[in-house]
C-alpha cells in the first residue's frame, strides 16, 4: 500500500485504472505465489504482460460465444 501511495504522490497526473490494476496484481501474486512480481515499481514485467493477454484472449473468448473455437487458430500457437 505504501508503493501505491508514494506513487500517487509523486506525480500530479495519473492513471488510476492502471494503479489500481497493477496494485490487484502485486496484491493477488503475494497472496496466492508467496512472492509479489513487484508490477507498481517495474511497471514492464514479463509477468505483468502475459496476464493481460491472457485476460484480453479470455474477455474474446467470453463475447465470441460458440463462435470461440476461432480465437484456437487465431491467436494460439500451433
Same mark, same amino acid.
Given at each position: 500500500m505504501q508503493i501505491l501511495l508514494q506513487r500517487i504522490s509523486n506525480t500530479p497526473d495519473f492513471d488510476m485504472m492502471d494503479l489500481f490494476y497493477r496494485y490487484t496484481l502485486d496484491a %493477488? &501474486?503475494?497472496?496466492?505465489? =508467496?512472492? *509479489? !512480481?513487484? *508490477?507498481l515499481r517495474q511497471? /514492464? &514485467?514479463a509477468f505483468a504482460d502475459a496476464f493481460t493477454n491472457a /485476460? $484480453?484472449? /479470455?474477455?474474446?473468448? %467470453? $463475447?465470441? =460465444? +460458440? %463462435? *470461440? &473455437?476461432? !480465437? +484456437?487458430? !487465431?491467436?494460439?500457437p500451433r
Open positions: %493477488a &501474486t503475494h497472496f496466492l505465489l =508467496g512472492k *509479489s !512480481v513487484d *508490477s511497471p /514492464q &514485467t /485476460q $484480453r484472449i /479470455q474477455g474474446l473468448i %467470453a $463475447r465470441l =460465444g +460458440s %463462435a *470461440s &473455437t476461432l !480465437v +484456437s487458430f !487465431v491467436y494460439l
